[in-house]
């Protein structure tokens, strides 16, 4: 079983930027593609970015692209997502996952992880 640790999250003003962190432990990092996902209130959690175990390939939600860079450090088990240009829709809890099974490629459906984190609260203000 993994377990996974968001941080960095906070209050910003629009414009700004934040560089979200996600520490696993309990299974092979290195061996699993990463997400992350983000929850609005009153709105369904939705994908915004992924990563292969190579960090080879990634994908971005179309909200995502051009603003936000996901990326990876094997040898500290650490995912990160570093967001920019941040703007009062992107406000709401992000997620880390971890795909369900092992070499498996990126995925942009909640369905295909299998482990989440506690989630860390993004709020942007206007």
């Known amino acids: 079983q993994v377990q996974l640790a968001e941080s960095g999250g906070g209050l910003v003003q629009a414009g700004g930027s934040l560089r979200l962190s996600c520490a696993a432990s309990g299974r092979t990092f290195s061996s699993y593609t990463m997400g992350w996902f983000r929850q609005a209130p009153g709105k369904e959690r939705e994908f915004v970015a992924t990563?292969?175990?190579?960090?080879?390939?990634?994908a971005y939600a179309d909200s995502a692209k051009g603003r936000f860079t996901i990326s990876r450090d094997n040898a500290k088990n650490t995912v990160y997502l570093q967001m920019n240009s941040l703007k009062p829709e992107d406000t709401a809890v992000y997620y880390c996952?971890?795909?369900?099974?092992?070499?498996?490629?990126?995925?942009?459906?909640?369905?295909?992880?299998?482990?989440w984190g506690q989630g860390t609260q993004v709020t942007v203000s206007s």
């Open positions: 996952a971890q795909r369900a099974l092992v070499w498996r490629g990126i995925a942009t459906a909640r369905a295909a992880y299998g482990s």
């Open positions: 990563i292969n175990p190579s960090a080879g390939d990634t």
